[in-house]
């Protein structure tokens, strides 16, 4: 059954507004990060792929491109370091240098306010899963995807990259689930904001 926050107007009225302030951005830094990818690696600018989202609805993500063109094809060649239905790696040979860049800064994500603004995602919610995970996923498991997907998360505030076991990111999944509330995704949004600065600042 989808979450309650799923028919929350003032859920998708900030989802809209921060879209639209998010596609604004992306429509300056178009064409200076468009040009660093294609300089750095030949290939598409964008980076498209099928994802599922609310109760396992199928979707497609975008991103600008922060790895070599074949890098799906590459994946079974890298190591994986987390624990359980996820894949992370923090040296992934696949990315480019300008993609450490965009994943450093989180300036790849940028073109996913327009899924945000299209209703497949909102700013605040759990990681969109891949086909290859949502397979093995137990009952557990498909509770995190009563709520839409989103930029941002009760995971990524509370160490993002640093959590590499799964189950570990359902509870906290669950958790924002449990006490989701208005103003909790705006304290999540703020928490993500001041991580993004941290971590530019080497302090992240």
Do not use: C
């Not at 327009?114 to 759990?126: A, E, F, P, Q």
């Amino acid at each position: 059954m989808p979450h309650v926050s799923t028919r929350s107007l003032f859920k998708r009225t900030l989802d809209i507004f921060g879209a639209l302030i998010g596609l604004a951005i992306l429509g300056v830094l178009l064409v200076p990060v468009a040009i660093a990818i294609r300089l750095d690696s030949a290939g598409p600018i964008f980076y498209s792929q099928e994802r599922f989202g609310l109760q396992g609805h199928p979707f497609r993500i975008w991103k600008f491109r922060s790895m070599v063109t074949n890098a799906d094809e590459l994946k079974a060649s890298v190591a994986n370091e987390a624990e359980g239905l996820i894949f992370k790696n923090a040296e992934d040979p696949r990315v480019t240098r300008v993609g450490r860049f965009l994943r450093k800064t989180s300036l790849d994500e940028f073109p996913q306010f327009w899924n945000v603004l299209k209703g497949d995602m909102s700013l605040v919610g759990t990681r969109p899963p891949t086909g290859d995970e949502v397979q093995h996923y137990s009952e557990r498991h498909w509770q995190r995807l009563e709520v839409r997907p989103g930029l941002t998360g009760q995971w990524q505030v509370s160490g993002r990259s640093a959590i590499k076991d799964f189950e570990e990111i359902v509870t906290l999944d669950l958790h924002y689930q449990q006490h989701w509330s208005p103003i909790y995704d705006v304290k999540l949004l703020i928490l993500t904001v001041i991580a993004l600065l941290s971590k530019r600042s080497g302090a992240y």
